[in-house]
C-alpha cells in the first residue's frame, strides 16, 4: 500500500543547496507540510555514488530520513547538454568544483561545447524526486525534465546553478533571467513534482 504524506507532517528536505530547498519548500508549502532542509538539522551528505539521478535522489532520501527520523524528500538533478552526450548530467554540481562556483561550470560547459566544433544547443535539465521514510521500505522516485536550448555569455542573476545559460524552449529568457515563480511554473523540478503529488497525496 502507497504511503501517503498527510497536512502538517515535518519533512527534511535532504538537500544543502539553499536554491533547491527554496524551490522545494514552495513546492510542498501548498499541501501543509512544514519542511526542514538537512543543512538547518546539520545532517551530513551522502556520497552521491549513483550512476543516475534516480538513483543518487533514493539514496539521498533514504540517509535523511534515517539519520533525521523523518520522511524525506530529497532532489537529484542536473545541466544534460546533446552534444556533450549528456554531461555534465549527475556531475553538474561537481563540475562547479569544491567551492560551488557556477561560473566556473558554466565557462566548462562553453569550453566544452567550443571543443566539439558543433553549433547544436540543445540542452535539458533533468530532476529526480524521491521520498523515504524512517521505518524503511521502499522509497518513491520519480523524474521530470525541461528541455531547451543554451546561449552564452549567462544572462540574469536570478535562480541558481546553470540557470543563467538555459532558455526554455517557447521563452526568451533565461531561467536565470525569470522571475522564481515564472521558473518553478514550467520547470523540471515542477514536473517531477506533479508525478511525485499523484504518487503521494
Request: proline share 7%.
Amino acid at each position: 500500500m502507497m504511503r501517503r504524506l498527510q497536512r502538517g507532517t515535518r519533512v527534511v528536505v535532504a538537500s544543502h543547496n539553499p536554491g533547491k530547498v527554496r524551490e522545494i519548500h514552495d513546492l510542498v508549502a501548498p499541501y501543509g507540510l512544514a519542511a526542514v532542509s538537512a543543512a538547518e538539522l546539520d545532517l551530513p551528505e551522502p556520497e552521491e555514488t549513483g550512476l543516475t539521478f534516480k538513483a543518487n535522489a533514493e539514496l539521498k532520501a533514504l540517509a535523511a530520513a534515517k539519520s533525521a527520523n523523518l520522511p524525506a524528500l530529497s532532489d537529484d538533478s542536473g545541466l544534460e547538454v546533446e552534444v556533450l552526450d549528456g554531461a555534465p548530467g549527475i556531475y553538474s554540481a561537481r563540475w562547479a568544483g569544491p567551492g560551488k562556483d557556477f561560473a566556473l561550470a558554466m565557462d566548462k560547459v562553453a569550453e566544452r561545447l567550443e571543443e566539439t566544433g558543433s553549433e547544436d544547443p540543445a540542452a535539458w535539465f533533468t530532476c529526480a524526486l524521491a521520498v523515504a521514510w524512517p521505518n524503511g521500505g521502499p522509497a518513491v522516485v520519480v523524474q521530470g525534465e525541461v528541455h531547451g536550448t543554451l546561449t552564452f555569455p549567462p544572462r540574469g542573476d536570478r535562480g541558481f546553478g546553470y540557470d543563467p545559460i538555459f532558455v526554455p524552449q517557447g521563452r526568451a529568457q533565461t531561467f536565470g533571467e525569470m522571475d522564481p515563480a515564472e521558473k518553478d511554473a514550467i520547470s523540471h523540478r515542477d514536473r517531477a513534482f506533479a508525478k511525485l503529488k499523484a504518487a503521494i497525496w
